[in-house]
C-alpha cells in the first residue's frame, strides 16, 4: 500500500534546502557545479534511490520515396516520392550519417529515449541516452530547461546520443541538399517533450538500490580504422538492484560506431544498440537497459569486423545487413551479462553519488563546420573570447577568419562532467574522443604518437586524460557524444591534413579531421578535465 511521504522518508528533500544553482547564468552559459557542496544540493546523504524509464521518440515518416537505384539515397530528378502535402518537394525524415539526400522510407525499429535518474538526500543526477546521431550544447540546456518548467527537481541532467547513423538529423548536417538543414524543428519540439516524458517517468519510479559493476570485452566485435589502432575493448556494465537484490536497471558503456547499417539502409533503426538492450532485458526480465557510447574516435566501427563467421572464419552477415546489426549487438550484451554475472563482479551495497560540471569556450578551426555555422545549418550560439555571448548584429557578415583563424573573435561554448556513483567515475566527452587520449599504457604513458608527417609533430602529446581523474575509482569510464557533438577528438599531434600525410598516407590523409571542430579540442578538453577536480 502506497503511503504518505514523512519526515523521515529519504525520499523528502529537507525543508530548508537552499535555492538550487540556476541552470544559466547571466552570459546564459551553463553554471558550472559541485554536488554535494552548492546551494541546493548540499549534502547526499541516506540510501541511494534509482529510477529507470524507457520513451519512444520515434520520428513520423510521411513522405517516401521510390529508391529506384537501391542507394539509399533520394535523386529527386529521378525518382517519384508521395507528395503528401502537394508543395512539390520531397518533405523526408532525413537520416543522418554518411552523406546527405538519405530519406526514411519507413521504421525497422524504434529509438528511444532511455533514463536513469538518482537521489541521495538533497542531491538529483540524471543521465539519458538518444538515438540519434548527436545533439548540440543548445538543444541539451533547453531540455534541462523543459525538465525545470516541468517541475522536476535536478541539480544535473546529462544527456548523451548513441551516435547512431539511421535515425533522423539532429544537427542539420544531413538535410536533402548540401546547405540545406537536415533539421525538423517540430521533431526537435517533440523529442525535448519526450525526453522530458522520460525523466518525470524515471524520477517517479526511483527505488532504493544498490549496484553491481563489472567489465568485459568482445574483442571481436570492433574495428579502428585509422592508425594509430587503439581501441578500448572495456564494456562496462552497472546494474542497479532492488532491495530484494532482483535487477530492474542494467547500464551499458562500449565504444562502437553503431553503423552496422551502412548508408544504402532508409529503414529507421537504431542499429547494434536495439539488439544489445534486448539481449539484456531478455536475460533480466522486467528489468531496463540502457546504453552509452565508449570511445568512438580513431574511429571504432563495425566496419572491418567478421560478421557471423563460419567454420572456415569467412564473413556471413557483411556490413550493411540487420544480421550484421544483430550479430554486434547480442554479442555485446552476451559479453555484458557474462561480466556482471561473473564471481569477479562486484557488489556494492550503499554506492554515494556525486557530480561536477564545467564549462569551457572552444575555437572552431574547421573552415567546413565554419561554412554550415554561417550559413545557419549548424545552430550554435557564438561567444566572444571572453564569454559574452555575440549578438546577431555582430555575426552579420561572419567570415572563415572570424571562426577559425588563432586569433578568431568567436568561440563556442561547451561542458565536461565527473559523475560518481560508488567507486564508479564517469567522464563526459563532448564528442568522439580517440582513445589513445584516455588510456594509459601499464606504465602510465599514453598511447597516443608522434608522427613526424603530422601537422602538429613539434607538438608534445597530453598525458592520459583517464588520469585526472581520482585514482581511488575501480572503474572509470567515459562516455562520448556527452551533452554536445563536436565530433572528432584528436591528438593534436596526430592531427593530418597536409603532405605528407602520416603512417605513409601519400594519396589522401587518414579519415576525421573533417569532422572535428579542430585541431586545439584535445588540449581544451584536457585543461576543462583539470578544472574538474580544481587543479
Known sequence: MATACSEEDPATPPSNQAPPVPILDSQGRPTELTCPGDPGCEVASGPLRVGVAAVPITPEVIETYTDLDNNGYFDEAKEPFDDKNGNGKMDGAWLAGFGIGRAATGVHDDAWARALTFTQGELSVALVSLDLIGLFHERVVKIRERAKERGLDFDHIMVATTHVHETKDTMGMWGPAPLVSGIDEGYMSFLTEKVVDALEEAKKKERIASMKIARGEAPQLVNDTRQPIVIDQGIYTLQFLDEGLQPFATM???GNHPEALGSSNTLLTSDFPHYLRGTLEARFPGSTAVYFNGCLGGLTTTIGIVGCPDAEGKDTCPQG?????EYVGRGAGDA??????????????????AVRRRVFLASATNSGLALLVSAGVLPRQLYHV??????PEELKGLTFKDLTSPDAPFRIT???????IGPVVIATAPGELYAELWLAREDGASYAETPPEGDFAGETNLPPMSGLFPSTASMKLIINNANDALGYIIPKPQWD????????????????????VGHDMAPTLFSAYQRLYGE
Open 252 to 254: 551499458v558503456t562500449w
Open 321 to 325: 545487413t540487420f544480421e550484421r546489426a
Open 336 to 353: 555484458a551479462i557474462a561480466a556482471i554475472e561473473a564471481p569477479t563482479a562486484q557488489l556494492i551495497p550503499s554506492p554515494t553519488l
Open 386 to 391: 571572453d564569454g559574452t555571448p555575440a549578438t
Open 414 to 420: 561547451s561542458e565536461v562532467n565527473a559523475i560518481e
Open 497 to 516: 591534413t597536409k603532405k605528407p600525410y602520416a603512417y605513409g598516407k601519400t594519396g589522401n590523409p587518414q579519415y576525421g579531421e573533417e569532422n572535428s
